[in-house]
């Protein structure tokens, strides 16, 4: 079995910073795609950011280009998502997921994922 659990969301102003952690758990996620979605009140689940959680690239939606950056601890067994210049177009409840060895056009897809936790708000007002 394997689990994510996610940390680090919280209220925020504009212009602050947070960095989400996911911890995974099991079996090995060495050949997993893990990423970060988030879904505001109302609206669909979105793509945030990706990676292999062997290396190599980083895919980013164009909002948090520049502002958010992913990355993971292999010795914490743990993916991060560093959110920079938090804006209130940010506010949603955001998740982890991972995904058996992704390619990059499936990266952006919710259902391309096997795994995910069970999410945790920011919320960033203005």
């Known amino acids: 079995q394997r689990q994510l659990v996610e940390s680090g969301g919280g209220l925020v102003q504009a212009g602050d910073s947070l960095r989400l952690s996911c911890a995974a758990s099991?079996?090995?996620?060495?050949?997993?795609?893990m990423g970060w979605f988030r879904q505001a009140p109302g609206k669909e689940r979105v793509f945030v950011a990706a990676?292999?959680?062997?290396?190599?690239?980083?895919y980013y939606t164009d909002s948090v280009k520049g502002r958010f950056t992913i990355s993971r601890d292999n010795d914490k067994n743990t993916v991060y998502l560093q959110m920079n210049s938090l804006k209130p177009e940010d506010t949603a409840v955001y998740y982890c997921a991972a995904g058996l060895f992704l390619t990059a056009g499936r990266t952006v897809v919710p259902d391309s994922y096997d795994y995910w936790g069970q999410g945790t708000q920011v919320t960033v007002s203005s």
């Open positions: 990676m292999y959680w062997s290396g190599g690239n980083t």
């Open positions: 099991g079996r090995t996620f060495s050949r997993y795609t």
